[in-house]
């Protein structure tokens, strides 16, 4: 692993010297833990044009979700918890004899940015904009197997809730559950905070759950993840409480099933973002409920829960293999409910056997 976190930063090395820069200052935390292996809270990273430096405010805590620094990394731990590593660091750059520094301007806030200008203002500051999201876009054999696990573990709590008595208990409750069970199968935690949706909750895009209770004939909607290794995957699905379902609910379900079903078979290399986009959205506007899809179909998934590439109508760009993403339409009606479909799945090519499903818990519509 860590000859493979050496090449990450090899490239990218590569091209900030080639953009004129000998030393690159990395922030954004996914970031960090993409070319290094570890990310504690508020550590950055300089490249150096011989020597890589994590700096950070307390020693490493152990704790997985932080990972560990691949070897090549050198650790600086700060003297005081109030320093600042991302102005550390270019302290740092220009002692080494640096003269440009890159650095993400997307991620450093004004303040920070000031204060680089006043601890180091010979040196120019260079914008190494989104070149480390540009190399995280397509996954490696290791990313993709830890999403995979990530997937399995996801699937595992998920599985599990379905076994148990559901009326009676609040969303909130339910919520909680989901999480403690995603910990006891291996993750470090959830990948983002879990969604459970009843009733004339249910179908609505990130819901945060209350303590209304579960009731006969409700639809549940359960959006969830688990973070492995700082890799995310989500899972999206809709069951019918304790009976079976009205018309109107096998209807909806059935509308959003093929609209789910259409964007996972759109997903190859090549296609545009927005075609996968417009294939889900066509067949919820053929049936009257396009704009209640929302902004997107689905998004990119990895180190981060949402990134790039965003399937959505004004999207620029073209799937490549090896990129993980979600489909994920849905459907709200006020005052009834509504249904969210939602799986992660790897692009691969046709000749590879297409999309590969990496959460596999049921489609059907299950009353519970």
Request: hydrophobic fraction near 40%.
């Amino acid at each position: 692993m860590s000859e493979l976190y050496a090449v990450r930063r090899t490239r990218l090395r590569d091209r900030v010297a080639g953009a004129g820069s000998a030393s690159a200052l990395v922030s954004r935390p996914a970031n960090v833990r993409y070319l290094t292996g570890c990310a504690p809270p508020g550590a950055a990273l300089l490249l150096g044009p011989v020597h890589d430096v994590l700096l950070c405010t307390r020693p490493l805590s152990g704790d997985p979700s932080e990972g560990r620094p691949a070897e090549g990394v050198r650790l600086l731990v700060l003297p005081t918890r109030a320093g600042d590593p991302v102005v550390a660091g270019a302290d740092l750059a220009e002692k080494a004899g640096a003269d440009t520094l890159a650095v993400e301007e997307h991620h450093l806030t004004v303040t920070r940015h000031r204060a680089l200008a006043q601890v180091v203002p010979r040196m120019r500051l260079a914008d190494l904009a989104c070149a480390v999201e540009a190399q995280r876009l397509i996954k490696d054999d290791d990313e993709i197997a830890s999403l995979r696990i990530a997937a399995e573990i996801t699937d595992q709590a998920l599985g599990e809730l379905l076994e148990s008595i559901l009326v009676g208990r609040t969303e909130r409750h339910l919520a909680l559950e989901l999480e403690r069970r995603l910990v006891d199968h291996g993750a470090d935690g959830p990948a983002f905070p879990t969604s459970v949706a009843s009733g004339l909750n249910s179908g609505r895009l990130g819901h945060l759950p209350t303590d209304r209770r579960v009731e006969e004939g409700d639809f549940l909607s359960v959006s969830l993840g688990a973070n492995y290794r700082g890799y995310r995957c989500e899972i999206g699905r809709t069951f019918v409480i304790g009976t079976t379902p009205a018309d109107w609910q096998i209807e909806l379900y059935d509308l959003v099933f093929a609209a789910q079903r259409a964007g996972r078979e759109a997903l190859a290399p090549g296609v545009e973002y927005r075609e996968v986009d417009r294939v889900t959205r066509h067949v919820l506007d053929a049936a009257g409920h396009g704009e209640r899809l929302g902004p997107w179909t689905g998004h990119g998934v990895g180190l981060e829960i949402d990134e790039d590439p965003q399937l959505s109508p004004a999207a620029m760009g073209k799937l490549d293999a090896c990129v993980p993403v979600t489909v994920e339409p849905g459907v709200h009606l006020p005052g009834r409910g509504g249904v969210r479909i939602d799986d992660t799945l790897v692009v691969r090519p046709e000749a590879d056997g297409g999309p590969e499903l990496l959460t596999i818990t049921t489609k059907e519509l299950l009353a519970l």
